[in-house]
């Protein structure tokens, strides 16, 4: 079955310490791969995502995330945090097309001390 | 580009009344746009997949029965929770999709008493 892991469900970095977030796939093939951010109360955020090609993508607010089909991971990293980077981070995997749906990780909750 | 918006944000009802969740694409069409349920600090669980001019496709564990949804055009699609108990209580998320990506509303917490 497919699935995503996200082995860590709270993160606490300081303000200006470097983030990584940890995500593991198990897909049959390469998903589309997709970092969200949900602060509280609201809706989703596309930070990144990954189709194919270059392993490392960049995202908004200074995030990237590399691709490492060898250890089937898509590893979130942000070389210094904010402290308005604090929320749940979602990783997702999903196939092709309109109709194809997501599934997500069990989410990280970063917390940011100044 | 490619916001989606939901009405109402909030929403307290009695239970055993009917609560409509409308999810809109603003500026661009989506034939398929999702529904999700967020129980507090857990992930997103995909409700139903509903596709403009078809039935909605529920997954596993979904009452279809309880939990209706219509996508009568391409902007707009709707969750109708049917004699909502306190145990519906939840965030509720739509999304849209376009090829390869899919765009997420800002959610709607029902409440039932």
């Known amino acids: 079955a497919q699935s995503v892991t996200q082995p860590d469900i709270h993160i606490t970095v300081s303000e200006g310490a470097s983030l990584e977030l940890r995500c593991n796939y198990s897909?049959?093939?390469?998903?589309?791969l997709f970092w969200y951010v949900q602060s509280p109360g609201q809706g989703l955020q596309l930070l990144l995502k990954y189709f194919s090609g270059d392993t490392l993508v960049q995202g908004i607010k200074g995030f990237e995330a590399e691709f490492k089909r060898s250890q089937s991971s898509f590893n979130l990293r942000k070389p210094s945090v904010h402290w308005s980077d604090a929320a749940e981070y979602f990783c997702?995997?999903?196939?092709?097309?309109?109709?194809?749906?997501?599934?997500f990780g069990t989410g990280t909750r970063l917390q940011v001390t100044l | 580009g490619a916001v989606v918006s939901q009405h109402p944000s909030r929403v307290i009802c009695k239970s055993g009344t009917s609560v409509k969740i409308e999810c809109r694409s603003l500026d661009f069409q989506a034939t398929t746009m999702f529904w999700y349920r967020q129980f507090p600090k857990q992930s997103l669980m995909l409700m139903a997949t509903s596709n403009e001019g078809s039935k909605a496709t529920y997954e596993q564990g979904v009452e279809k029965d309880k939990f209706l949804i219509n996508h009568a055009s391409l902007t707009l699609s709707t969750l109708t929770v049917t004699s909502a108990h306190p145990e519906d209580s939840s965030f509720y998320i739509c999304?849209?999709?376009?090829?390869?990506?899919?765009?997420f509303g800002p959610g709607t917490r029902l409440t039932v008493l």
């Open positions: 897909y049959g093939a390469t998903p589309y």
């Open positions: 999304s849209a999709s376009v090829p390869n990506e899919q765009f």
């Open positions: 997702a995997g999903g196939g092709t097309g309109t109709a194809s749906k997501l599934t």
